[in-house]
C-alpha cells in the first residue's frame, strides 16, 4: 500500500480511529491493533512477505530472551552469531543473490573458464533491508546490555512492523523505539497537529516533486547518448531533486503519521542540500542509516580515533557496506568508492568537523561565500548520482562522456519544455520553503511561530492544490523501496 | 481528541472551497503549463457537445454508430442517409468498451436502434477512458450522471475537471470551447475533416496488442445487453493505414478473439486502401477514404460477407 494511493487514504483513518479507542482498554489492544493494520499494510504488496517479517520477528523475539538469559559468553556470542547469520542470511538471499552469482560467474569467464549456474527468479520482499537492520539492532544492543530483552511478543511485533516506516524506514533502533511501545501512548493534540503538517510537507515533495523528477529522468538514463551534454546536466539535476523528494518526502509522512498515533520517530532528513562541505552533507542526509553504521560497524572498528590507515578502512568499510546496502550492483561499489576519495581528506586534516551549525543561522540570505559552498556541494552530489542512478557502470560512463560534448550549452530538450519548466518551477518553491524552515525539524515546523491560523491555513490548502494540480498521475514506486 | 477533529472538520471545507477556487482560476486564466491535471480545452475540438445535445432528441434509429475517433470520424451519416438509413454517430475520442457500455445505457432505450456498429481497434482495448470520459464531461452539463461516473472511474484530472466545469456552470462561464475550422459537426454526429493526406507513415515501430481485462469485460456486457435488447451487433475495426496495420504484432489472434466474440469484420483485410490517398493520418480515413469504407460497409450490411 502507498502513502499516496486511494487505499491509504481510506486504510489511515480507520486504522487511526481503532488504535485511539483501544487505548481505552489496554496498552495491549494498542499495540494488537498496530500489528493487525501494519499485517495489512505490509500484506497489500504480497501476503507471502508476512511470513518473512513473522519469521524474522519471531526468531529475534524469541533469540532476545535467550541472549538475557545467559551470562556465559561464549553462548552469548553463539547467539549473536546466530542472530546475525539469519537476518544477513535472509537479506543477502533475496538481495544479493544473482548478484554474486554473476560476479562469480564473470570472474571466471575474464580467465578463460565458462561456468553454468541457474539464476533464482526473487522477488525482493519491500522494505526488508530496512526492518532487517532494525531487528538486528535489537539483538546487538541486548548482547551488549545496552537494553533488555522484552518478553512482550506484541510489543516487539508492533516495533518489528510499525507500518509508517516499515518499508522506508527511518530505520529505528530497539532502545529508541521498543521502549514506546510498552506503554500506553496518549493522544497530544500538538504532536498530532504537526505530525499532519509534517506529513502534507512530505506528501508534497513525494507526490509533485519526486514523481514529476522521475519521468524526466527517467527520459535521460534510458539512453543518454541520445540526448544533449545540456539536457544530461539538468537530468542530473532532477534526479538530485528525485531521490531526496521521494526518500525525504518518504521520512516526513512516515514520522508525521507516527506523531498521529504517538509515536516519535527519529529525524531522517535535515536540509543535506543546505549543506557547506560533503562531510556536513552526510551529516544530514539518511541520517537513521548513518547512525546505524556509526553505532554498529564504525565505532567497533575504532571510528576515527585510530591510525590514518585503520581510519582510511574504517571509512571505507562503513560506504562500501552502505552501497551494498542500497543495492546489488557495481554502481554502488563505485559510487561508495568515489564517497570514501572525496570525504577521507577532510578526515585526515580534521576539516570534516567543520559546519557542525545550520547555515546562515538567524539570518534571512546566506553569504557570498557560503552560497559558493552549497553550490559546489550540490554540484558533487549531482555528479555522484550519475553512478547512483545508473543501470550500469557502462551506462553511467556513456552518460558522462555524452555530458562533456559542446552542446552542454545548448538548450536542454526534454520532449517539450512544458513539464521541465514546470518541474523547476515547483522545486524553487519546494526549496524556498525548506530554506525558511531549515532550522526547524522538517520545512514547516517554525510555521506556528511566525504566521497567523488564516494565512497558515491558506497556505496549506495552497500545498494541497499543488498536490492536487501537479501531481503525477502514473503511480511511482518509492526509489527506497527497491533497497 | 475532540479539538483535533473540530480542526480538521472546520479546515476540510474552506480548504476545499479554497481548492477549488484555484481550480477555476489555474483554469481560466493559467495556460497550459498549468493545467497539468486539469483538462478544459484542446478535447473539445471533437463537436461533442453538439453531439451529444443532438443525442439527447433522436429516438428510433436503424444504426446506431459507437467507438473512438475513428467512429466519428469515419461513420458519416449522409453516406447512409442516402441509402435510406437512419443512423447516429456517437463516438467520442478514445472511447473505449467501459465508456461504450454506459453511453448504451443512456441511449439505447430512447434511441432504440435496430443494429449497433462498434469500432474495435486493438489500441481501444488498451485504454482506461479517461480521455473519452473528459471529453464527454467538458461537453454535457454536470448532473449525477457526470459525478457518479467520476467517481467510478477515480482519477485526479476527471475530479478536476468536475470541479472546473461546476463553476463554469455555477457562474454561467459557459461558452461554447472553440472549435477549429479544419473540421465541421454534420447532423447526425459525423465529424468531417478538410481534406487532406496522410504522410506520417515511416519509420514505424512494430507494437503488441495488450488489452486491459476491464476492456474485454465491457465488451462481453456489451454483447450481453444487445442479446437482451434483441438488437444486432456488428464489431468492425475501421481501416487504419496499411504500413500502420502492419506494425501490429498480434493481429491474427485479435482478430480470432474478436470473431468469437460476434460478427466481426476487419476491413483492413477487405479494402485495398493506399496509406497516403485515403489516409489523412495513420489512424483515420480522409474524406475520400471514408467514401469507399462506408460504401463496403452498407453493401455488406444489405449484403453480408460470407
Known amino acids: 500500500m502507498l502513502f499516496d494511493s486511494i487505499e491509504f487514504a481510506v486504510f489511515l483513518p480507520i486504522a487511526f480511529l481503532l488504535y485511539w479507542l483501544s487505548v481505552r482498554i489496554s496498552v495491549k489492544s494498542q499495540n494488537l491493533i498496530v500489528v493487525l493494520s501494519s499485517y495489512v499494510f505490509y500484506g497489500w504488496w504480497n501476503p507471502k512477505f508476512l511470513f518473512l517479517i513473522l519469521f524474522s520477528s519471531i526468531t529475534d523475539y524469541l533469540l532476545g530472551i535467550l541472549l538475557s538469559k545467559t551470562d556465559q559468553q561464549n553462548r552469548r556470542r553463539l547467539l549473536l552469531y546466530l542472530s546475525i547469520a539469519i537476518n544477513i542470511g535472509i537479506l543477502g538471499f533475496f538481495k544479493y543473490y544473482n548478484f554474486f552469482l554473476n560476479s562469480f560467474i564473470e570472474s571466471f569467464t575474464f580467465f578463460g573458464a565458462t561456468l553454468e549456474a541457474e539464476y533464482l527468479d526473487i522477488v525482493l520482499p519491500v522494505g526488508i533491508s530496512f526492518y532487517t537492520f532494525q531487528t538486528l539492532s535489537y539483538t546487538v544492543d541486548i548482547y551488549r546490555r545496552k537494553m533488555q530483552a522484552t518478553t512482550d511478543i506484541l510489543a516487539f511485533l508492533s516495533f518489528v512492523s510499525f507500518f509508517p516506516q516499515l518499508v522506508a524506514g527511518p530505520i529505528e533502533k530497539a532502545k529508541d523505539l521498543l521502549p514506546q511501545f510498552l506503554v500506553s501512548r496518549r493522544f497530544d493534540y500538538v504532536e498530532a497537529v504537526d505530525g499532519c503538517r509534517q506529513a502534507l510537507w512530505g506528501l508534497f515533495k513525494k507526490a509533485v516533486i519526486a514523481d514529476n523528477c522521475a519521468h524526466l529522468v527517467n527520459m535521460v538514463f534510458t539512453e543518454p547518448s541520445s540526448h544533449s551534454g545540456s539536457t544530461l546536466l539538468f537530468g542530473m539535476v532532477f534526479f538530485s531533486f528525485q531521490i531526496y523528494c521521494d526518500f525525504s518526502g518518504y521520512s516526513d509522512i512516515a514520522i508525521g503519521i507516527s506523531r498521529l498515533f504517538g509515536i516519535r520517530l527519529t529525524q531522517n532528513f535535515n536540509f543535506p542540500y543546505f549543506s557547506r562541505s560533503l562531510t556536513e552533507f552526510w551529516r544530514r542526509w539518511h541520517l537513521s542509516i548513518s547512525r546505524w553504521f556509526t553505532d554498529y560497524i564504525y565505532r567497533p572498528l575504532g571510528g576515527s580515533r585510530t591510525s590514518k590507515p585503520k581510519i582510511l578502512r574504517n571509512v571505507f568499510a562503513v560506504f562500501l557496506l552502505s552501497g551494498l546496502w542500497h543495492g546489488a550492483n557495481w554502481t554502488f561499489i563505485v559510487w561508495s568508492l568515489l564517497c570514501v576519495i572525496l570525504i577521507i581528506p577532510s578526515m585526515f586534516t580534521g576539516s570534516n568537523r567543520r559546519y557542525l551549525d545550520t547555515v546562515a543561522q538567524g539570518k534571512h540570505l546566506p553569504s557570498l561565500k557560503e552560497c559558493w559552498l552549497m553550490i559546489s556541494t550540490f554540484s558533487i552530489n549531482i555528479f555522484l548520482g550519475i553512478f547512483f542512478r545508473a543501470p550500469s557502470i557502462a551506462v553511467a560512463f556513456d552518460y558522462i562522456a555524452s555530458l562533456l560534448t559542446p552542446d552542454i550549452f545548448s538548450i536542454p530538450n526534454f520532449g517539450g519544455h512544458l513539464g521541465a519548466v514546470r518541474t523547476l518551477t515547483l522545486i524553487s518553491f519546494m526549496m524556498t520553503v525548506e530554506w525558511f524552515g531549515r532550522e526547524g525539524k522538517h520545512a514547516l515546523d517554525n510555521l506556528t511561530t511566525s504566521i497567523s491560523r488564516p494565512v497558515r491555513w491558506i497556505f496549506y490548502s495552497f500545498i494541497i492544490f499543488l498536490i492536487g494540480m501537479y501531481m503525477s498521475t502514473d503511480s511511482i514506486d518509492f526509489y527506497y523501496f527497491q533497497f | ?306
Open chain 2, 1 to 306: 481528541m475532540g479539538a483535533f477533529f473540530r480542526k480538521i472538520i472546520l479546515f476540510a471545507p474552506l480548504s476545499f472551497l479554497f481548492y477549488s477556487l484555484m481550480i477555476l482560476v489555474v483554469g481560466e486564466l493559467g495556460n497550459s503549463m498549468w493545467k497539468k491535471n486539469l483538462v478544459n480545452s484542446g478535447l473539445s475540438y471533437n463537436y461533442t457537445i453538439n453531439r451529444l445535445e443532438e443525442a439527447e432528441n433522436i429516438e428510433d434509429i436503424d444504426i446506431l454508430f459507437l467507438g473512438s475517433s475513428h467512429t466519428l470520424r469515419g461513420l458519416d451519416v449522409r453516406i447512409f442517409q442516402t441509402h435510406g438509413l437512419k443512423t447516429f454517430n456517437l463516438g467520442t475520442i478514445s472511447q473505449p468498451p467501459t465508456e461504450t457500455i454506459k453511453l448504451l445505457h443512456r441511449y439505447i432505450d430512447r434511441m432504440d436502434p435496430d443494429k449497433i456498429i462498434i469500432d474495435t481497434c486493438p489500441d481501444i482495448f488498451m485504454s482506461d477512458g479517461l480521455g473519452s470520459e473528459i471529453d464527454i464531461m467538458i461537453n454535457s452539463p454536470i448532473s449525477l450522471y457526470t459525478i457518479l461516473r467520476a467517481l467510478d472511474i477515480n482519477q485526479l484530472k476527471l475530479y478536476n475537471t468536475l470541479i472546473w466545469r461546476g463553476w463554469q456552470q455555477a457562474f454561467s462561464l459557459e461558452s461554447r470551447l472553440p472549435q477549429p475550422n479544419t473540421s465541421r459537426y454534420v447532423p447526425g454526429g459525423y465529424l468531417e475533416r478538410v481534406l487532406r493526406f496522410n504522410n506520417d507513415s515511416k519509420d514505424l515501430s512494430s507494437r503488441r496488442w495488450n488489452p486491459k481485462e476491464a476492456q474485454l469485460r465491457a465488451l462481453k456486457e456489451i454483447i450481453e445487453l444487445c442479446k437482451v435488447k434483441k438488437i444486432e451487433l456488428l464489431l468492425v475495426y475501421i481501416p487504419v493505414a496499411p504500413s500502420y496495420y502492419n506494425t501490429q504484432l498480434d493481429l491474427p489472434y485479435f482478430d480470432s478473439l474478436m470473431s468469437s466474440q460476434g460478427t466481426y469484420h476487419n476491413y483492413n483485410n477487405y479494402l485495398d486502401l493506399n496509406d497516403s490517398i485515403q489516409f489523412e493520418d495513420n489512424t483515420h480515413l480522409n474524406q475520400l477514404g471514408v467514401e469507399i469504407f462506408n460504401q463496403a460497409l452498407i453493401r455488406d450490411l444489405m449484403q453480408p460477407l460470407n
